[in-house]
């Protein structure tokens, strides 16, 4: 069974300040990496895929990927309340026929 | 350039009907997916389609199918109704079967009484 694991939160955090969110995953065969985001009542909204070890970096967004550790995050810096949302993370698995399996996702409050 | 759109936005159906679902991907994609969310959860994948053919299926019973049309559209058709479909209802489009970034159109909801 391949698993993505999110904590679900909520996860607060003050406006201004760096959220951090955290996603592992259980197929190693897994080649690329990608973070939605979800407002409530509304569909997810891709905002970042990676696909290297390493950090990639799209405005306040930075994603994170460590293949070794089966780990993946996403920063958000100067956090403003219009980033309270859940954020999933999608893993396509490196074999089979699903196209992405989806965590839980993390739900994010910034507080004003 | 239009995303992908789905109708109806809403729907309530009572145990045991049939409900039909439709979906339009991006203009260009040939890729289309459906998944269930359920409160609280990450989508589930339910079936992709690529080329009017069916690529990949999910852990679904088969009152749930679903087709793609020449133009790329789908429907997604669930038999049987129970209490537990109610779900947000969600397509997806791709280029193709090996671009993983998958864009969501704005969701049916289905309330199953």
């Known amino acids: 069974q391949k698993e993505v694991e999110q904590n679900s939160g909520p996860l607060s955090v003050p406006e201004g300040a760096i959220a951090s969110l955290n996603c592992t995953y259980s197929d190693r065969g897994s080649q690329s990496f990608f973070w939605y985001r979800q407002y409530s009542g509304k569909s997810p909204e891709l905002i970042m895929f990676?696909?290297?070890?390493g950090d990639k970096e799209d405005g306040r967004f930075t994603a994170q990927l460590n293949k070794a550790s089966q780990y993946v995050s996403l920063l958000i810096r100067d956090s403003q309340p219009s980033d309270s949302a859940t954020y999933l993370c999608a893993v396509p698995p490196g074999s089979g026929n699903t196209p992405l399996v989806f965590g839980k996702g993390t739900r994010l409050s910034v507080i004003a | 350039d239009a995303g992908v759109t789905q109708s109806p936005t809403h729907l309530i159906k009572t145990r045991g009907q049939h409900v039909t679902l439709r979906c339009s991907p991006i203009?260009?994609?040939?890729?289309v997916s459906w998944y269930q969310q359920v409160l609280g959860q990450g989508p589930q994948f339910i079936f992709q389609y690529y080329e009017k053919e069916e690529r990949g299926r999910g852990n679904f019973p088969d009152r749930f199918s679903a087709r793609q049309f020449p133009n790329y559209s789908s429907e997604l058709n669930v038999n049987a109704l129970l209490l537990g479909d109610s779900a947000l209802y969600l397509c997806?489009?791709?280029?193709?079967?090996?671009?993983?970034?998958?864009?969501f159109g704005p969701g049916t909801r289905l309330t199953v009484t």
């Open positions: 203009s260009g994609h040939k890729s």
């Open positions: 990676i696909y290297s070890n």
């Open positions: 997806a489009s791709s280029p193709g079967t090996l671009s993983y970034e998958q864009y």
